[in-house]
């Protein structure tokens, strides 16, 4: 696995997220699922030696996902939507799932060779669970609140 494989989908993951909550969600959706598959398929190979480049692009995931979440957040604070509570209350799950990931990272930073698989698909699972979630609520917000 090499570093522009990485960087790949990473891109990959902000094209799907830059798509946003207008009838471009299906195409983003789909973006957004290859982006997921193929993280899988890279976390998966990385190897302790390995984790220095994988703790880095899950870090670029997290910052890529936070700015997500505020350009979210700011789609709900311009909006007159009557399901405002309802909103909050899905960004809120977002924003717990987030603070997940980032503690999951912090985690596998720290790991050592005999501990670091585990932590490695703890990661990969709380990553996973909030790419989801993000593409959820993108899904879910794009048919509440109008362009």
């Not at 490695?120 to 899904?139: H, P, Y």
């Amino acid at each position: 696995m090499n570093y522009r494989h990485v960087s790949g989908l990473a891109l990959m993951l902000v094209a799907g997220l830059a798509a946003g909550c207008m009838n471009k969600s299906e195409v983003a959706a789909a973006d957004l699922n290859k982006a997921k598959t193929e993280t899988k398929a890279a976390a998966k190979d990385f190897a302790y030696a390995q984790r220095a480049e994988l703790l880095s692009q899950l870090n670029k995931e997290l910052v890529d996902t936070q700015a997500e979440v505020d350009r979210l957040s700011a789609n709900v604070d311009k909006s007159r939507s009557a399901t405002n509570v309802e909103i909050k209350a899905k960004l809120q799950t977002l924003r717990d799932k987030w603070a997940v990931a980032k503690n999951r990272l912090q985690e596998s930073e720290g790991a050592t060779e005999s501990t670091w698989d585990e932590l490695r698909a703890g990661a990969r699972r709380s990553f996973t669970d909030l790419k989801d979630t993000v593409d959820e609520t993108r899904k879910w917000l794009s048919e509440k609140i109008e362009p």
